[in-house]
């Protein structure tokens, strides 16, 4: 029955044989040409992503304020018009 103890050692053990081999190597190969090619895809990171949906939110909420005011100044304007 494996213990915590036991899973640990077997896992150092793991991490120690893909050091010491070929996979490490293909592992390090793989991440560079993973992130070569995500970087020419043009994506952006949560971060951004995140900032950006703030600020369009931010956007939309002056919007709505603006279309309220405008419709207001119309009202009292077309209001003026009939007296």
């Known amino acids: 029955m494996f213990t915590p103890r036991n ?3 077997f896992s150092n053990k793991i991490n120690a044989i893909m050091a010491s081999s070929p996979i490490a190597d ?3 190969n793989m991440r560079a040409m993973m992130s070569g ?3 020419r895809m043009d994506l952006v990171t ?3 992503f995140d900032i950006q949906t703030e600020i369009l ?3 939309r909420e002056k919007l709505h304020t603006l279309e309220a005011r405008l419709a207001t100044l119309e009202q009292a304007l ?3 018009d009939r007296a």
């Open 7 to 9: 899973f640990e050692d």
């Open 26 to 28: 293909m592992e390090k």
């Open 37 to 39: 090619f995500f970087s």
């Open 46 to 48: 949560r971060e951004e």
């Open 57 to 59: 939110n931010r956007t």
């Open 78 to 80: 077309q209001d003026k």
